[in-house]
């Protein structure tokens, strides 16, 4: 195809002002794309700052409705929803996340008691925020992560949050055939409806630190997390990851963390055009809130700009503590 040249071609013709940059704008960000995690901790009328993630707090199950409120007015689809679990009921099986009344069916049936389908919940499958050891699934007197035997309790704890009313199963363990036996175990039990959005390219970052302060796990991990979480060297087994988890009944998909791995969103978006999602994790907040309180730059800039980079990068939407921030700054 044979284009213009300069100057017959100016290309910042269609920049030179706000109204034709808005009408030849390619991405757009809305807070619909918008969805935002939230800690839930035990006893009532609690508030707890979480030091490492300025500006973010657990919240107790009452607050937590309202803090659903909240996102409903101002126009954020989904809440992701993660537990504080005390110690005393943490343990090496991680029985906690089999109880019907745990932090997080509790306020899972709470926000649904209140808001019904107003408002969606994705709830987080995997045993880390219910192991004494920290790992994301049982392990044997030797330390290793059992796979086999944590898919079993990864089902019952799926299970467990369908049943107190979550509209979205997001396993983040990255054991492998989880997706197949939770989906398998949904459509018996009659909860067809429920969605999975699957952590298919969840990788063994960095960038993880203040959200294991947020559900009580630092310290507590024996080991790491990189016999079963991805590489972060690795862009092609993140597609197989991913082409197994749709293959086994997934109905999203999501890579983890961010801005790091944008040309893994990229990748998945065209090569299987399905709905991806990203999760711009607590690193990654936590060094937007440092460099704005740095003075290194302004702060709604840098969180609507990369935001934005997830979306153009080919993200259905974005997993963020940044959520109820953006979502009112775009609502202006």
Not at 1 to 15: E, G, K, N, S, V
Not at 269 to 274: D, I, L
């Amino acid at each position: 195809m044979t284009r213009a040249a300069f100057p017959d071609l100016r290309l910042r013709r269609t920049r030179r002002t706000a109204w034709s940059r808005a009408m030849v704008r390619e991405t757009h960000l809305t807070p619909a794309n918008l969805i935002w995690p939230l800690f839930v901790c035990a006893g009532e009328g609690v508030e707890e700052p979480i030091a490492s993630l300025p500006g973010v707090s657990r919240w107790s199950v009452d607050l937590l409705v309202a803090r659903a409120c909240e996102a409903v007015a101002a126009g954020i689809p989904c809440l992701a929803l993660f537990p504080y679990t005390e110690a005393d009921r943490r343990s090496d099986d991680g029985a906690e996340a089999l109880n019907p009344a745990n932090l997080m069916c509790r306020a899972t049936a709470a926000i649904k008691q209140a808001l019904g389908d107003d408002i969606g919940v994705l709830t987080d499958v995997a045993l880390d925020p219910y192991t004494s050891h920290g790992q994301d699934g049982l392990i044997d007197g030797a330390g290793r992560v059992l796979n086999d035997e944590t898919v079993a309790v990864l089902v019952g704890q799926a299970l467990n949050q369908a049943r107190a009313g979550a509209d979205i199963i997001a396993p983040s363990d990255m054991m492998d055939g989880r997706i197949g036996a939770i989906r398998k175990s949904l459509e018996a039990e009659g909860f067809g409806h429920v969605q999975i959005m699957s952590y298919a390219a969840k990788y063994a970052s960095a960038f993880y630190g203040p959200f294991r302060d947020a559900v009580g796990s630092r310290g507590l991990l024996k080991g790491d997390k990189k016999g079963y979480q991805m590489d972060p060297a690795n862009a092609e087994e993140a597609l197989r990851e991913v082409e197994m988890d749709l293959a086994e009944g997934a109905d999203s998909v999501m890579v983890k963390p961010g801005l790091p791995y944008l040309d893994i969103v990229r990748a998945v978006k065209q090569r299987f055009e399905v709905p991806v999602f990203t999760y711009q994790v607590s690193g990654e907040y936590a060094m937007i809130e440092a460099a704005a309180a740095a003075g290194a730059g302004d702060r709604d800039a840098l969180v609507l700009e990369t935001l934005l980079a997830f979306r153009r990068a080919g993200a259905s939407g974005i997993l963020t503590y940044h959520a109820l921030h953006a979502a009112r700054l775009l609502g202006a």
